[in-house]
């Protein structure tokens, strides 16, 4: 997948295509930190890239391989977006417990 260009690019004719997997990773980390603009959740982002990675990887392949190639991505994109949640709910974790280091300081300061 890393030397395997993108198929748009080539139809476009762009020189230096990026490759699939150069895609994916851009498309994976886009939706880690897009999880927290407004009104996009992280669900569709990863939808999405699981969607497009799987028509990139498969389109080439009998229907018997393309199914099966398409379990496994969908396996693998459910355990990717598992990790991604719980990566997001420490995240929100350590922003609560910075918030409440200082107050906690504070608090036994005065009762010092």
């Excluded at 895609?23 to 890239?49: F, N, Q």
């Amino acid at each position: 997948m890393r030397t395997t260009p993108r198929a748009g690019w080539g139809k476009r004719d762009v020189k230096n295509p990026e490759s699939i997997a150069d895609h994916t990773y851009r498309m994976g980390l886009m939706a880690l930190i897009s999880s927290d603009i407004p009104g996009e959740t992280l669900h569709l982002l990863v939808d999405s890239l699981k969607k497009r990675k799987v028509e990139e990887k498969v389109k080439h392949l009998n229907t018997s391989a393309r199914s099966w190639v398409e379990e496994k991505e969908v396996g693998l994109s459910c355990l990717i977006l598992k990790l991604a949640e719980e990566i997001a709910e420490l995240g929100e974790n350590m922003k609560q417990t910075r918030h409440q280091k200082p107050k906690l300081l504070k608090i036994s300061i005065s009762l010092s």
